[in-house]
């Protein structure tokens, strides 16, 4: 990792969390911000290839950021940390292309460890959030425009979801499904990322419903 | 002369007729012989009267037989006096003004046998009448009918025939129309959105008032106002007539509204104007220009009635084809002489149809009734499930909205616990040195976040529960290096519901059971069983540790957390056993009643 955007309000969690990245990732150049404003406008400045984003700011939400660099850096991994740990807080972060959170208040050898995996690949997913998700898609209409890609999930993605959401690990469904860890995680990133695209086309959907309304 | 045998009845068709205003037969040479009937406005036109007539008979058997024998004359218009044999024997009604109204009235007149000669009797008859021009109706222009000699009893039957039907049937039905009239018109009044049954009324009533024509003999005023009165009547009729028409297919007019009164203000000022002498000529006018607007009346409300009520278009066409018939009958009798039979009837007929039409009116008003009350019972029906409605919607609404109030008020509660609390907490967590205190910090922490879930959360399905617990306890063992192995009903097993609060406990309870494994037992095992058996979620936590020592139970407590677990069990009406022995491992056993915290789905 070269460059790497830290999100954060709390100066001491942001110290904290600084000395963390810094052990994980020895050489990296990181960008500290404390407001959305800040953190947008390093985002339009400069390249980040990983993201610590908390969500609650004093002036705004991270999922602003989130969607900004899902927009403009795809190729960006964007993680939330926070105090949240409902999937009311994190599952529109998610929808936004965030590809994984980490509770703050864990323990310095588990943060690092989930960040590691993250960043190799292997995000986490809580038998809250597969459970949102799946009502998620289960509830997604037919598309209506052509021209607005309409998202699925294959069969084997679902499988996972459903496993997830029944409280199994992501290495025990490997076992399971008789699936490397890698082939799980890779279903998993899959999964956050068909989340983001059919959030995005509907919210493109919804503008331009809105638009034929205005016209 | 003429003989008469009284087993047939002696019928006088020609008289001697002489005009004289005096006491008796006047001996003048302008006598002649006439033909009867004598209609003066044929015989004598122009002649007010008084005429006087003589017809001579014998009787040679009459006064052997013994018999009663009267004279009958249909119709001696107006008022007659009759002398026999120079003695006066009757007289009809007042022979000057205001002279009696005795048109329609027969005339049956007893000859006294003590009068009655064998031969030569002379029966004298003086008339007093009105020429046609100073009367509104023909019926009432002066004449004399053909006269009959013979047995009283004979001639009575025949009096009272005719009585019958110009005289009592006349009157009968005048009273049943004013009675039924009266009544219709009341009920009109009262409900003045059905004017037309006022109307209706008020035509009935007029017509009895027409009716009374035939017997109203004596009235203290002259006869050309009586005349004159029956004629504006007329015009009465007529305005009611057409307005119940009008009303009745609801074909309402301000002109009509306004024209009507007009013209019968208009038709007494033209007869005025014309006077007493042309009385005749002008009311036939008025009478043809007040048919013509009852037939229009009729014409407009039968095209309607076509349109939206068949049925009583074939009723009303028939009454209104009667009361044509009639009417013309009536208005030939004005111009022409007409059998006096028919026109009877066709007097009769008027009224019988204004009776079922009335009857029929009653009856359809009081199916209007009962409708009325049918449809308000069913309004107040209506109204009553309206305001239930209303009352069990707005109840919904008040609930919702404190729902509402109580949902954003927990959410600013749950916000400002993660902002204020949980940033200086999660400080703590990070920069404190002391292990302990981080570690205190974190589980604070931890149960905020659960309170806050108790405080702001809805109930859970079991089974995502289930997946949560599951999830959570597995990965923790298998971080801490223990064999973890979880063991839980089938899906379709678990349909119940799990309060906030009764999620929330069970989680710390758990969370609690495995630190103490990871923490204190040394297991390199551990298993979670959940039943549901017996309306209890049971939930077993079982390690092959080293148990927990019984001075430790005692003494440490705290930090096993044992008191807190029991503690929780028992909020939620469930409880909590531990069953340790050293070298034995651990089972910690949790039992919740279903029906206080899992409610079905």
Redesign the interface.
Known sequence: MKSILLLEDLPEIRTWLKSLVIQVFPNAQIVECARVHDALAQVSAQKFELALIDLGLPDGSGVDVVSALRESQPEALSVIVTIHDDDEHLFPALQAGAYGYILKEQSRELITEQLQRISQGEPPLSPSIARKVIAYFAAQPKPQVDTLPHVSLTERESEVLLRVAKGFTLPEIGVQLGLSRHTIADYVKQIYRKLNVSSRAEAALEAQRLGLFRR | MHATSLAQPLQFNQARAVTADTEFYPDLPNARTIALPDDWAVSRPGETGPVWYRVTFDAENARANGELMALYIERACSSVAVLLNGKLIHVSGRLTEPVSRNCQRPQLISLPGALIEPRGNQLDLKLVGFPVHQVASRQRAAGLSVMELGSHAALSAKHTLRTTFSIRLPQVIGGSLILVGGLIFAMGWVNRAQSFLAYYGALLIGWALVLSRQWLSDLPWPNASSEFLLAILASFVTFAAVQFLMRYGSERRRWIDIGLPLQCALMPLTLMIAGPQRLHTMASLWYLVLALEVGAAVAVYLHKVWHIRRPQFWLMSALGTLMTVAAAVEFLAQQLTIDQRLVDVAQLLPPLMFMSLGLRMVQQYGRALQDAQHDRAELERRVQEATTQIERSFAHLADMKVEQVTERERKRIA?DL??DL??K???I???SDNERISTLA?EA??EM?LSV?GLTGKPVPLL?A??????EV??RL??AGVDGA?QAPA?DEVPQMLSARAYVQTTRILREAVSNIIKHSGASRCTVRCIIANGDFQLIVQDNGNGIPLELDGRLDRGHGMASMKHRAKQLRGQCLVESGPGYGTVIRLTLPLDQHVAPA
């Open positions: 916000a993660h902002d949980g940033a907490l999660l400080t967590v990070h920069t974190r922490l931890e976040r879930r995502n289930l997946g949560d617990w599951r999830a597995i990965s298998s971080q979880w899906e």
